[in-house]
């Protein structure tokens, strides 16, 4: 028989605490409400909601592409997404530049007046000193907008090579295109758009723990 009701909200809540922290609080609620089940059943049970639930998270990836102008297919382009990103962009934007062209004065533009307006900003740069592209965004350094530079002395070779934006903590794009005409319009360059919190935390902790670390100087 049964030994209680169980809170659906409450217990999976519990179960997305579990898969985070390593614990097994879920275990003993599906337990004290179902004392017939064994304990592998209860672990099998909850694995087949964890499984459902990653099964959600990952239908929120979608196909990011690059390519000539003449080749059609049934994905969003990059250009579009990333000014989307910004321009949607409420409370923060991390974005990382391993080259930024001068074709992207406008949305330079966006990402300061977001900063001016209460966005935190921070943009990671590799190696800035030689990225002329650079130098207006650099006037606007401030409390919402951070800048930090990549650059090794003991390796001439390592670089920032990552191509990544997430906007506030929800939306991630990750690709292999740069900030440049060819990166976003010229070149075959592929990216997933990421909805996921957990994912942009992930990221956020990442670069969090590099600047600690002092890989990445603030300018």
């Keep these: ?3 209680g009701n169980l809170n659906k909200e409450i217990f999976l809540n ?3 605490s579990d898969a985070a922290n390593g614990t097994a609080n879920a275990v003993s609620m599906l337990k004290r409400s179902c004392p017939e089940l064994s304990d592998a059943h209860c ?3 909850l694995g087949t909601i964890i499984g459902a639930m990653n099964m959600s998270e990952a239908d929120k990836v979608s196909l990011v592409v690059t390519a000539p102008p003449s ?3 049934s994905a969003r382009t990059t250009m579009n997404v990333v000014q989307s990103m910004i321009n949607g962009a409420e409370r923060n934007i991390l974005i990382t530049g391993y080259s930024l062209s001068s074709y992207f004065s406008e949305l330079v533009d966006t990402i300061v ?3 001016q307006r209460g966005v935190f900003v921070k943009f990671f740069v590799n190696d800035i000193d030689k990225q002329p592209g650079f130098d207006k965004i650099l006037q606007y350094k401030g409390r919402f907008l951070k800048i930090y ?3 090794q002395e003991d390796d001439k070779m390592a670089a920032l090579h990552a191509k990544v934006i997430s906007v506030d903590q929800q939306q991630t794009l990750i690709t292999s295109a740069n900030l440049s005409y060819h990166g976003q319009q010229g070149n ?3 990216g997933t758009l990421i909805e996921s919190k957990q994912i942009a935390k992930q990221i956020d902790d990442v670069f969090t723990k590099l600047i600690f670390s002092k890989i990445f ?3």
Excluded: A, R, W
């Design 188 to 190: 075959i360059e592929l």
């Design 1 to 3: 028989m049964p030994g």
């Design 149 to 151: 530079n990549y650059h």
């Design 71 to 73: 080749f059609s297919i």
């Design 14 to 16: 519990t179960v997305k």
């Design 113 to 115: 007046l977001k900063s």
């Design 217 to 219: 100087s603030e300018v």
């Design 43 to 45: 672990e099998d049970i």
